[in-house]
T-cell receptor, first 111, second 108 residues
Framework: EPEVTQTPSHQVTQMGQEVILRCVPI?????FYWYRQILGQKVEFLVS????????KSEIFDDQFSVERPDGSNFTLKIRSTKLEDSAMYFC?????????FGPGTRLTVT | GQNIDQPTEMTATEGAIVQINCTYQ??????LFWYQQHAGEAPTFLSY??LDGLEEKGRFSSFLSRSKGYSYLLLKELQMKDSASYLC?????????WGAGTKLIIKP
């Protein structure tokens, strides 16, 4: 069964550093998403992406964040200058219609 | 504002039935989702309702009333592996707006 994959599974970085989180969506899906979940808190929408552009973004997704689909398979989330409060689990998801399939997540720890 | 409410925690007995409620107030509505999330793992899709009524899928059923802004997830024949958080999420335009989740504890 096809699945969404994410790398790395765990990323530790120092405050102020740039990080890139990578996702490979399911191959025939057209809609891509990033979510984050701070430990013990609810899942929060960051951004959705369709047809090579952002379709919707939340207030969390400020100028420090960017997304790219650099080739036909990868979908990346970049955080330019990480802050302590960026420590969270980041989930990528993709969908062909209404059902969103989630990747296993990248745990980002900012020290 | 946008708000999704569900109980923080529920406890049930193995083999029993449990109903997890969700109420929502959102600016847009393109459907309501239920996801299951085990600790440290990604959410996995359980059900989707866009029209009023009951959707049944094996041991799990989900109900929606759009006029009341209300949904519930019904789990039958509970198993220990059903111990998890159950997340209610409403689809706006492209994004999912999430509730905080209901932690379900199953006791033998």
């Amino acid at each position: 069964e096809p699945e969404v994959t994410q790398t790395p599974s765990h990323q530790v970085t120092q405050m102020g550093q740039e990080v890139i989180l990578r996702c490979v969506p399911i191959s025939n899906h057209l809609y891509f998403y990033w979510y984050r979940q701070i430990l013990g808190q609810k899942v929060e929408f960051l951004v959705s992406f369709y047809n090579n552009e952002i379709s919707e973004k939340s207030e969390i997704f400020d100028d420090q964040f960017s997304v790219e689909r650099p080739d036909g398979s990868n979908f990346t989330l970049k955080i330019r200058s990480t802050k302590l409060e960026d420590s969270a689990m980041y989930f990528c998801a993709s969908s062909a219609s209404y059902e969103q399939y989630f990747g296993p997540g990248t745990r980002l720890t900012v020290t | 504002g946008q708000n999704i409410d569900q109980p923080t925690e529920m406890t049930a007995t193995e083999g029993a039935i449990v109903q997890i409620n969700c109420t929502y107030q959102t600016s847009g509505f393109n459907g309501l989702f239920w996801y299951q999330q085990h600790a440290g793992e990604a959410p996995t899709f359980l059900s989707y309702n866009v029209l009023d009524g009951l959707e049944e899928k094996g041991r799990f059923s989900s109900f929606l009333s759009r006029s009341k802004g209300y949904s519930y997830l019904l789990l039958k024949e509970l198993q220990m592996k059903d111990s998890a958080s159950y997340l209610c999420a409403v689809s706006g335009n492209y994004q999912l707006i999430w509730g905080a989740g209901t932690k379900l504890i199953i006791k033998p």
